[in-house]
């Protein structure tokens, strides 16, 4: 599966998909297609020029691909650090909610016990 048609998934599926696209990148775009030996300066300088920028092109994209799936990372991370957050904040305000009850029925309990 290429990247280009990846859905956001778990981090480790990406980073290995991600590595996996960039070898295959690395390998087709090392690879020199057969042409005859240049006579002249100017169609090495031609031929030099096509595969950079076929290179560069393939290389720049894929690195917008990989800041894309980062930024969805980033924006889940976030989401689910939000949510961490308030359910922290909802346990403290519930725990300080059952220590205050506690004290209610303890005082209640010992005016009782005193009343006894």
Not at 25 to 30: G, K, M, N
Not at 40 to 55: C, I, N
Request: charged fraction near 30%; aromatic fraction near 2%; glycine fraction near 4%.
């Amino acid at each position: 599966m290429s990247i280009f048609a990846r859905k956001a998934c778990e981090p480790e599926t990406v980073v290995a998909d991600v590595e996996g696209e960039i070898g295959e990148l690395v390998s087709r775009d090392i690879a020199e297609p057969q042409r005859q030996p240049a006579t002249d300066g100017e169609a090495v300088v031609s031929d030099l020029d096509l595969l950079l920028q076929r290179v560069s092109a393939n290389s720049v994209q894929e690195i917008d691909w990989i800041i894309n799936d980062l930024k969805i990372l980033q924006e889940q991370l976030q989401r689910e650090g939000e949510r961490i957050a308030n359910e922290i904040a909802a346990y403290a305000s519930l725990n300080q909610t059952a220590i205050q009850t506690t004290e209610t029925i303890s005082a209640r309990l010992t005016r009782m016990d005193r009343n006894s």
